[in-house]
């Protein structure tokens, strides 16, 4: 018999089952904007929050923040990586070495780090994936973005590894413009990341003459976790995937992606992937509409039996928790 697409098991915990909208419930502010003059003064224009792993009984949610506005258009300035920990996941507090990340190659406001997914390897190492920008000189306001690996022991410092997917290598799906990684996760001895392509598909249009770029999900593979050597388009169809993406393990085989689409309103689709095959995902098994969701990350507690959601309520700039019992 098939799996169920919407119901897994792991072991010793019974039938997963993925949560009803109703199920969720908002149980309040965990991070807010740093003070004036602060790395992470504003939450807002990047795929954040972007990743939670739990290592030792601690929760450790990483996100991203800016230092201001630029000059240029207002955006975000000088995205960098922090995290903050808990041990319940519900009470964060900032970590005190915060920016644990930065990637400013030329200085350059536009520069920065727009995403992360995260995971932690057999030997207890958190890997983050990030999306690294990089304008290319100190006054350009184009940036190109490659997929980085960073690795830390602890969860808190990191040791930045390099390049694990190009965006100037032809062979890679999307390559060319802008590659933003949003969830990984190792099995059958493959190290796999889904990532968003900025220049997944680019169409002319006869009406204005400019050209139309669309976002779209690719997932890249390889045997090493430093060297993605494969990669193709899992989701290049309908409205804009904008962010989400996280690997939330449902048993040994089972895997589901939370996918946040269109840009004005920010749908969640829940579509499952077996790990034999994570490049075919399935049509939405359940979709989400909240009003106030910017972006979020997904996490699931199988020691407590608790789903969470953390996202960016756009209206408030500060970053919220749902939460949802594991229903057998």
């Known amino acids: 018999m098939a799996p169920d697409p919407v119901n897994a098991s792991y072991p010793g915990k019974g039938i997963v089952r993925i949560p009803q909208q109703s199920d969720w419930v908002d149980r309040g502010v965990v991070l807010s ?3 004036r003059g602060s790395w992470d003064v504003r939450l807002g224009g990047m795929i954040s929050p972007a990743t939670v792993v739990k290592k030792n009984g601690v929760y450790f949610l990483y996100y991203i923040g800016a230092d201001g506005n630029r000059s240029s258009d207002g955006g975000p300035r000088h995205r960098a990586l922090g995290v903050a920990t ?3 996941g519900i ?3 900032k970590y005190s070495g915060n920016p644990i990340l930065t990637f400013l190659p030329n200085k350059n406001e536009e520069e920065g780090i727009f995403s992360a997914g995260g995971t932690v390897d ?4 958190v890997l983050l994936y990030y999306g690294g920008m990089n304008a290319g000189s100190r006054s350009s306001t184009l940036v190109t973005s490659d997929v980085r690996l960073a690795i830390s ?3 808190l410092q990191f040791t930045d590894a390099g390049v694990a997917l190009s965006r100037s290598d032809r062979s890679v799906w999307g390559y060319g413009d802008e590659l933003f990684p949003v969830g990984s996760f190792h099995a059958h001895g493959t190290w796999h990341v889904y990532y968003i392509a900025k220049s997944g598909r680019r169409l002319w249009s006869y009406l204005t ?3 139309r770029v669309h976002w779209e999900l690719g997932l890249a593979w390889g045997n090493s976790r430093q060297k993605l050597t494969n990669s193709r388009g899992v989701l290049a169809s309908g409205s804009y995937v904008i962010g989400g993406g996280d690997a939330v393990e449902l048993d040994g085989d089972r895997i589901a992606l939370f996918i946040i689409r269109d840009f004005a309103e920010r749908n969640i689709e829940v579509r499952t992937v077996s790990t034999k095959q994570p490049d075919r995902i399935s049509e939405p098994v359940k979709t989400y509409r909240f009003g106030d969701l910017g972006h ?3 996490f699931l507690d199988q020691d407590t039996n608790t789903w969470f959601m953390y996202f960016l309520d756009e209206s408030a700039a500060t970053i919220r928790v749902r ?3 594991v229903q057998d």
Not at 122 to 125: E, L
Request: glycine share 16%.
């Open 296 to 298: 979020a990350t997904m």
């Open 153 to 155: 022991r602890n969860g």
């Open 86 to 88: 808990s041990k319940d």
């Open 122 to 125: 057999a030997d207890g190492n």
């Open 209 to 211: 003459g400019a050209r």
């Open 323 to 325: 939460t949802a019992p």
């Open 91 to 93: 009470r964060f507090e």
């Open 33 to 35: 904007p740093g003070q």
